[in-house]
């Protein structure tokens, strides 16, 4: 049973790096040195729960939310800048996800597999998604906030997969639902353009 909760975990984990990278690692990382439910002592994982690495995230965090302004939105929401993001949420998830597993002692490299997986499934569903509600905010003149709305949502994703393990299954199955409302919501989309040829 234990083997399943640490598997829960980092799925949950996974996914709210693959949302957004620096505050799930920031806030899973301080929850590991707080040993609440989670720590990375005693393996070759321990410095993602080290305070360079935490200040790190954290600097890192704040320059994301800081790029939802103009004109530093541009280059974010550019094909590299968010080809970069992503990156990062791969290795990052791969990373804690390992760590996890060899928190509860088990390899730790179906965890790096699992959690590139988890984080690639959660920015190929969250990046477009974000990206239409930004569409449809900007139309509004409203679009403020929209970072600050990721970052907590992957953060509270982050938080309960650590203390209620179940709940990343639930983020998994709700990122897998909105890619394929979002895949469904484009074939409409393209349809109606090719009738209108």
């Given at each position: 049973?234990?083997?399943?909760?640490?598997?829960?975990q980092g799925i949950g984990i996974?996914?709210?790096?693959?949302?957004?990278?620096?505050?799930?690692?920031?806030?899973?990382?301080?929850?590991?040195?707080?040993?609440?439910?989670?720590?990375?002592?005693?393996?070759?994982?321990?410095?993602?729960?080290?305070?360079?690495?935490?200040?790190?995230?954290?600097?890192?965090?704040?320059?994301?939310?800081?790029?939802?302004?103009?004109?530093?939105r541009h280059y974010r929401d550019?094909?590299?800048?968010?080809?970069?993001?992503?990156?990062?949420?791969?290795?990052?998830?791969?990373?804690?996800?390992?760590?996890?597993?060899?928190?509860?002692?088990?390899?730790?490299?179906?965890?790096?597999?699992?959690?590139?997986?988890?984080?690639?499934?959660?920015?190929?569903?969250?990046?477009?998604?974000?990206?239409?509600?930004?569409?449809?905010?900007?139309?509004?003149?409203?679009?403020?906030?929209?970072?600050?709305?990721?970052?907590?949502?992957?953060?509270?994703?982050?938080?309960?997969?650590?203390?209620?393990?179940?709940?990343?299954?639930?983020?998994?199955?709700?990122?897998?639902?909105?890619?394929?409302?979002?895949?469904?919501?484009?074939?409409?989309?393209?349809?109606?353009?090719?009738?209108?040829?």
């Amino acid at each position: 049973m234990h083997l399943l909760f640490y598997i829960f975990q980092g799925i949950g984990i996974g996914v709210a790096i693959g949302i957004r990278p620096f505050t799930p690692s920031l806030v899973a990382g301080l929850l590991a040195a707080a040993g609440a439910e989670i720590h990375f002592d005693h393996t070759s994982f321990s410095f993602l729960s080290g305070g360079p690495f935490l200040l790190a995230m954290l600097i890192c965090a704040i320059i994301v939310v800081l790029c939802d302004r103009e004109p530093w939105r541009h280059y974010r929401d550019s094909t590299g800048g968010r080809w970069t993001l992503t990156v990062i949420s791969l290795a990052l998830a791969a990373l804690f996800f390992a760590a996890v597993l060899r928190h509860g002692g088990h390899p730790a490299w179906p965890g790096i597999v699992a959690g590139v997986i988890c984080a690639a499934v959660a920015s190929a569903a969250a990046q477009p998604f974000l990206l239409r509600l930004q569409t449809r905010l900007q139309q509004s003149g409203a679009t403020a906030g929209l970072s600050l709305v990721a970052e907590g949502s992957a953060l509270v994703i982050a938080v309960l997969s650590v203390l209620v393990p179940p709940i990343g299954v639930v983020a998994l199955l709700g990122v897998i639902w909105l890619l394929y409302r979002g895949r469904r919501a484009g074939e409409t989309k393209y349809a109606g353009l090719r009738i209108l040829r």
